[in-house]
């Protein structure tokens, strides 16, 4: 079965020409290989293209391989990379006109040198230079400046909402309560049983994501990381405080981890794509809060994983697919701050500071948005609503419910809609 992601295809589509090596990002499994070589190289045969001037290229397949003359033995056991020259050989053989060649690449990381092999083919003008790659420094946000300044990333997420229930086999109902718990990995949403889903997320949650962090950085063992990923998995949608962090670590484990270290295996996992950071912005001060801050999967299902499943909490998993949503559709994504002074029960001023679920930017667009599970009384819509009361500016404001509910304006303009509703409407903010 086909999974459309179109919204990262017509990515491509756009970069096209662009002189750039156009990097697809990404945590492990999440379909950037499918994207480039299936969906991508679909479009360039249908566009006319001819087969003959798309080189793909999979640096994990031994029937690719061979057809260089590598040893196939001393890959696997990772001996050596592939060799640079052997590759060069093979695909300076097959750009015989002036034609434009595209170059699909996967798994990139697996050639030796291939920084100055791919900023090679960068100063042909007949070749078109797309790659992916996982494990490793490939996996890291920062692989762009391996390409001195002319790397162009696409970072692609696992299935949206909208994709996931395009090849879902039921209600939209049914779909959502299945995409909060198991998330949207392609290879998960097409499993036919929990048992396969199960077993799937907590192999790699475990034996991929975190050992790949754990290679990357030299760590020692996962020990340390690993019961910090339980603690942030435990605590989506909630502030995180990396000192406090530290002490947690002390007071129960006895441990010394000190919250430099705490804040560095932080940066590994964002930088690794398993989770998201988001920092807090005042609205009114306007400047960024570096501390505390938010922490998001990547997908949702690899953090019930570590949990073993234990911890379904709707409210904080849907606040963490909305966060994912806005990103999915390009929008730089912040948590709100509002500073207002208020009396307390003395009557004396204090000062408190509100909170807005996310702030989305996307040029010189803004939203306001309040993810709130549900609203059973006037004054719970009262309390979700007083940091947009407190903002006062004229940015469109939107309340995020769980029930099904169409888009309904209140008489100060805020706009209360549905999660299904949201997701699986692209213009939804614009309702």
Not at 314 to 329: A, Q, V
């Amino acid at each position: 079965m086909q999974i459309e992601r179109n919204v990262y295809l017509n990515k491509l589509i756009a970069r096209k020409h662009n002189g750039f090596v156009k990097v697809i990002t990404g945590i492990r499994r999440c379909g950037k290989s499918y994207l480039l070589n299936t969906l991508f190289y679909q479009h360039l045969l249908n566009s006319g293209v001819e087969d003959s001037h798309i080189i793909r290229f999979a640096f994990d397949s031994a029937q690719n391989l061979m057809l260089i003359g590598e040893d196939l033995m001393e890959i696997e056991e990772g001996k050596r990379k592939v060799d640079p020259e052997k590759f060069m050989t093979y695909i300076n053989d097959k750009i015989v006109d002036d034609g434009m060649y595209y170059l699909l690449l996967d798994e990139v990381q697996n050639l030796g040198y291939f920084e100055a092999v791919l900023n090679g083919y960068l100063r042909k003008d007949n070749v078109d230079v797309y790659v992916t790659g996982s494990n490793s420094k490939f996996l890291s946000s920062d692989i762009i400046t391996e390409f001195a300044g002319r790397g162009d990333e696409v970072h692609v997420l696992p299935l949206s909402f909208s994709e996931f229930f395009s090849v879902y086999d039921g209600s939209k109902e049914e779909a959502f309560d299945d995409y909060m718990v198991y998330g949207g990995l392609p290879s998960v949403a097409l499993m036919q049983t929990e048992e396969q889903k199960v077993a799937y997320l907590n192999t790699q949650i475990t034996n991929v994501y975190l050992r790949d962090i754990v290679k990357r950085y030299n760590l020692q063992s996962d020990e340390d990381i690993g019961e910090l990923l339980d603690i942030l998995a435990s605590g989506i949608s909630t502030l995180v405080n990396p000192r406090k962090l530290a002490g947690t670590f002390k007071s129960i484990k006895g441990s010394t981890i000190s919250e430099v270290t705490v804040a560095k295996y932080i940066g590994h996992m964002a930088e690794s794509f398993l989770i998201s950071k988001a920092k807090r912005y005042d609205v009114k001060g306007k400047h960024y809060i570096d501390t505390p801050f938010k922490v998001y999967f990547e997908d949702i299902g690899l953090r019930n994983a570590r949990l073993n499943f234990r911890q379904i909490e709707p409210s904080h998993i849907m606040e963490n697919i909305i966060y994912n949503e806005l990103r999915y559709r390009g929008y730089n994504v912040d948590v709100g701050v509002v500073e207002v002074r208020e009396k307390n029960s003395e009557g004396r001023e204090q000062r408190k500071q509100l909170e807005i679920d996310f702030i989305a930017n996307q040029g010189s667009r803004r939203y306001y948005i309040q993810s709130a599970y549900e609203i059973p009384s006037k004054e719970k819509l009262d309390q979700e609503t007083k940091s947009f009361d407190r903002a006062n500016d004229s940015f469109k404001k939107i309340i995020v419910v769980e029930r099904t509910m169409k888009p309904r304006r209140d008489d100060k303009g805020y706009v209360t809609m549905g999660v299904k509703e949201f997701l699986l409407n692209e213009n939804s903010l614009e309702l």
